[in-house]
């Protein structure tokens, strides 16, 4: 992997290190991500299912959305990028992993110091009484599931227009002003406040790292642009940086 002199010293001296992830990063694991043009959902733009005014006109529209999505997640396995990311942080103290993923592959894993912006989509919330239970405990069959307190339940995930989880959101803002190297690890850098996370390493003083399969709207401001699957990128990046730690 071609890296430039800047990018190699930026990972020789690198304290803290701060990464976002996106659905990119799971793509190889076989989880769709959500603006692709194929599949089963894509007639649906993420924006127009993921909120609570869909939920609420056609709650079994969007559990069965969300249920499509659990079953590709509970069977699918990490990836190397995930064992990547999850190898690197057992090699280094400061690392801070923030995703808004709501899959779980990066726990499982094995990365630990994880800030899960979207929250996770194998838990679910009761609208009523706010209980947060695992999904095994939800008796689904094609309607919508409903709390023991009788109130509807939904994912536990962010939807847009809802606040992200304050401790979280406070982590990742740390995580990027700390920063001294940041990588933004496929994502589209369109959904906010995430993909300014990026931005505020970089004006903080971070060196920026963007891995994609094709340039975003993030790509004219990142350091070094790594165009190619993020399975393939990321061990060669680890690997890299562990080259350059030794010098
Ligand atoms: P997107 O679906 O918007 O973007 C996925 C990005 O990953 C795209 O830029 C792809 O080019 C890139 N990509 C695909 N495969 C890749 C691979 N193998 N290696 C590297 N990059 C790859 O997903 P997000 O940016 O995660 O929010 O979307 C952000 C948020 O919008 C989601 O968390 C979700 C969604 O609506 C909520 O549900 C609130």
Request: charged share 20%.
């Amino acid at each position: 992997m071609f890296l430039s002199e800047p990018a190699r010293e930026a990972l020789r001296k690198s304290q803290n290190i701060g990464i976002l992830t996106g659905a990119g990063i799971s793509a190889e694991s076989g989880i769709p991500t959500f603006r692709a043009k194929d599949g089963l959902w894509s007639k649906f733009k993420p924006e127009e299912l993921a909120n609570i005014q869909a939920f609420m006109r056609n709650p079994k529209l969007v559990w069965e959305w969300y249920q499509y999505r659990r079953n590709i997640i509970t069977e699918a396995e990490p990836n190397l990028g995930h064992h990547a990311l999850a190898q690197w942080e057992q090699q280094h103290d400061n690392f801070t992993l923030i995703t808004q993923n709501v899959d779980g592959l990066h726990a499982r894993a094995g990365s630990q110091n994880i800030v899960e912006l979207h929250g996770n989509i194998l838990r679910n919330r009761c609208l009523t009484c706010g209980n947060v239970s695992e999904i095994e405990e939800v008796n689904f069959k094609g309607t919508v599931p409903l709390c023991t307190c009788g109130g509807m339940l939904r994912p536990d995930v962010v939807w847009f227009g809802e606040m992200l989880p304050p401790e979280a959101l406070n982590a990742a803002f740390s995580a990027a002003e700390n920063a001294d190297i940041f990588l933004s690890v496929g994502t589209s850098a369109l959904v906010h406040p995430a993909a300014s996370l990026p931005e505020i390493a970089k004006s903080s003083g971070a060196f920026l790292f963007e891995i994609n399969l094709e340039p975003t709207p993030l790509t004219p401001y990142a350091d070094a642009f790594l165009e190619g699957p993020s399975g393939e990128i990321l061990p060669k990046l680890l690997t890299q940086w562990q080259t350059e730690r030794t010098k």
